[in-house]
């Protein structure tokens, strides 16, 4: 494929300069050029107010794969840590039954290293089947044992869609699965859909830090691979009456050159509860320094919660790291986040605004934290705050 | 010890965004710099090379300009560069990269291959590890600290959900890291001099005998659907009034949702 400027077309207004990220369009006599540096990310295309970029396709292109109506179902990688199922394997349950349904196929989990009890659990979360392997070698552990044998699995059942959660274990032997399967994968995705007509899954995710969100597919191979973050999806309620089989997986010639020696835990008790508080209370630049995170504190308190922070509030040392929500802190999903003077760039909203209930404070009444807020307060947080504090107290009757 | 260190060189991501009018992308001004993550990983090739000697190869691919990325790196003390251009190689995806990446490292040799965790545009983490099965070695991602290293093989410490695995792999071995692992070093004067004038090895895909249909577009399972600004969500409710009937109102819409944290 190749992106040209049908020059007869074009105006020479320039709009498409300053959309292409690799600098690859210039202005040749008055009309856009497309350089060498073009990366054909397809920016430019619906940029033209003209409609002069088009793609040209060239002969012979696009992967190819026989019948992807051979692959059929939806399985989830479900990944344990000391035989114990991790909660992204239940969200994953919850995303995946959801696609299951509208696409009327089964919905399988796979489980390596752990106990027949941990299977029937994941079928309580949705699964109507369970792969399980108990195999010694992978209780712990280790990319090349991990990868062999799911893309074994998957080159045996051929699922159409298999989802990971994207934690450390996730996205260090997912990718060395597509690179065996040669398989699409896409990280991160925080929404799936499935396209009507095709059936291809709809992938987005964040991009650029998240400044930009991105809707992958996979038209032409399977399975179609995705890594999601851990608080994303929603999980289902267990439903213990639910029946489902459990396959074992008799796996041989197993090996890796890997091995763990140790598994070290240093879990700092405040990133678990930030991913699993009910209520958070966080602080950006608007409070303008460390002292205001002691008023949020207080809030947190009285409502049962924890104090969240935003990047620019960790970057400028008012709070530790810890403490720091969005693209690149953790990821939460709690029943009510109340935002004191977060502006709300991108990079944060996609860290929280999956939240049931969101109440925004700032001063600016056009801040984008009001578009993702069921409650917006314009004011002052040392005003509002303290003022929230009291009512609280006088409804609690403190 | 041949070390080969995999770069990417990418836009500034902190300060690319779309206008949410035009859909288009606003990269005005928006600087080229080797991915973050990178850095550490080239001062960790340097300081394996400082201890048990060797060379550190800096790779990237991408389209000429990227040929800057490896300068910067040769300033910092890698001692060769290679740079993977073509316009064949536009459009790859992760799977794609990491093959080309593979073909042109079996040519090269490597003991120990060092990438980055992720890079910040595309934030996958996936190059690292699909390059390490491409190339049939194991990898350990997330490192955050080297117990030790020698010729056959390397301890590390992997950064996991709730802490950390102390692992041993043998040698050849490809690793992603993190920040933690160390401070990158500043390129010197006379290093900066020497990137200036060092030759960059250029390949291209007839150069690393890549099979036409893995590389680029053709060989990308994922295509980009679409780009576009974040959504923003549902009917949003602003409070009015003074301070104390906005607050008012609050606690009475919180307590209409039957909100049983007051």
Redesign the interface.
């Known amino acids: 494929m190749r992106i040209v400027v049908r020059s007869e077309i074009c105006s020479g207004c320039e709009t498409c300069v300053s959309s292409c990220p690799y600098t690859a369009i210039v202005m040749k006599e008055g009309k856009a050029f497309i350089t060498e540096y073009c990366q054909l990310c397809r920016a430019c295309l619906s940029v033209c107010p003209e409609g002069a970029i088009i793609e040209v396709m060239e002969e012979g292109e696009g992967v190819t794969v026989a019948e992807p109506s051979a692959y059929r179902g939806v399985w989830v990688f479900a990944e344990q840590r000391n035989g114990k199922v991790a909660s992204v394997a239940f969200e994953l349950l919850g995303a995946g039954r959801r696609l299951a349904d509208t696409l009327g196929v089964e919905l399988s989990a796979v489980l390596f290293g752990s106990s027949e009890e941990s299977a029937r659990e994941l079928i309580k979360y949705g699964a109507d089947r369970v792969y399980l392997a108990q195999e010694p070698l992978l209780e712990r552990f280790n990319d090349e044992p991990y990868a062999r044998l799911l893309a074994f699995l998957i080159n045996t059942h051929k699922p159409e869609i298999v989802l990971a959660g994207a934690t450390p274990i996730g996205r260090s032997f997912f990718p060395r699965v597509a690179a065996i399967l040669r398989a699409g994968l896409t990280a991160d995705c925080t929404a799936f859909d499935i396209e009507p007509g095709t059936g291809n899954l709809l992938q987005t995710r964040p991009a650029f830090g998240g400044n930009i969100m991105a809707t992958i597919i996979t038209p032409n191979r399977r399975p179609q691979m995705a890594t999601v973050r851990p608080r994303v999806m929603k999980r289902l309620e267990p439903d213990p009456s639910r029946k489902g089989d459990i396959i074992y997986v008799k796996p041989d010639n197993l090996s890796s050159r890997t091995k763990v020696i140790d598994t070290v835990k240093e879990v700092s008790e405040l990133s678990v509860n930030l991913q699993e508080a009910e209520v958070i209370v966080s602080g950006g630049r608007g409070l303008g320094d460390a002292k205001g995170f002691k008023l949020l504190e207080e809030l947190a308190a009285l409502l049962g919660g924890v104090v969240g922070a935003s990047r620019a509030a960790v970057d400028a040392g008012w709070i530790s790291y810890s403490h720091q929500i969005g693209q690149t802190g953790k990821t939460v999903c709690p029943k009510l986040y109340i935002a004191c003077g977060i502006s709300g760039a991108v990079q944060h909203l996609v860290g929280m605004q999956s939240s049931d209930i969101i109440v925004a404070i700032n001063k600016n009444p056009e801040a984008p934290i009001f578009n993702v807020a069921n409650y917006g307060i314009v004011g002052d947080v040392y005003e509002i705050v303290p003022l929230l504090i009291k009512k609280i107290k006088e409804l609690k009757g403190l | 010890m041949n070390i080969v260190v995999c770069i990417k060189q990418v836009?500034d991501?902190?300060e690319?965004?779309?206008n949410p009018e035009?859909?288009?992308?606003?990269?005005?001004g928006?600087p080229s710099i080797i991915n973050p993550y990178d850095l550490h990983a080239i001062e960790a090739g340097l300081q394996i090379k400082e201890k048990l000697g060797g060379k550190v190869t800096v790779i990237t691919m991408g389209?000429?300009?990227a040929e800057q990325a490896l300068r910067d790196a040769l300033s910092m003390g890698a001692d060769e560069a290679v740079l993977l251009t073509d316009?064949a190689f536009?459009?790859a995806?992760?799977?794609a990269t990491?093959y080309t990446l593979s073909r042109a490292i079996n040519k090269i040799g490597a003991d120990i291959i060092i990438c980055g965790k992720q890079a910040?545009?595309?934030?996958?983490?996936?190059?690292?590890?699909?390059l390490?099965?491409?190339l049939d070695?194991?990898?350990?991602?997330?490192v955050r600290k080297i117990d030790s290293i020698t010729e056959d093989s390397i301890?590390v410490e992997?950064?996991?959900?709730?802490?950390?695995?102390?692992?041993?792999?043998?040698l050849p071995?490809l690793i992603t890291v993190v920040k933690e692992l160390n401070e990158p070093r500043l390129p010197s004067l006379r290093g900066k001099m020497a990137a200036k004038k060092a030759e960059i090895k250029r390949l291209t895909a007839k150069d690393i005998e890549a099979e036409e249909?893995l590389i680029g577009?053709?060989?990308?399972?994922?295509?980009?659907?679409?780009?576009?600004?974040?959504?923003?969500?549902?009917?949003?409710?602003?409070?009015e009034g003074s301070?104390?009937e906005?607050?008012?109102k609050?606690?009475e819409?919180?307590k209409g949702?039957k909100?049983q944290?007051?």
């Open positions: 836009p991501s902190a690319v965004r779309i035009t859909g288009t992308l606003i990269r005005d928006v389209p000429p300009q316009r536009a459009g995806d992760t799977w990491a910040i545009d595309g934030d996958t983490a996936q190059v690292g590890p699909e390490a099965e491409f070695i194991p990898h350990v991602a997330y301890i992997r950064l996991m959900e709730e802490g950390y695995d102390i692992v041993e792999a043998s071995v249909s577009l053709k060989g990308s399972p994922t295509q980009v659907k679409r780009i576009f600004a974040p959504e923003l969500k549902k009917e949003k409710k602003m409070l301070p104390e906005q607050v008012q609050l606690i819409e919180l949702l909100c944290f007051l």
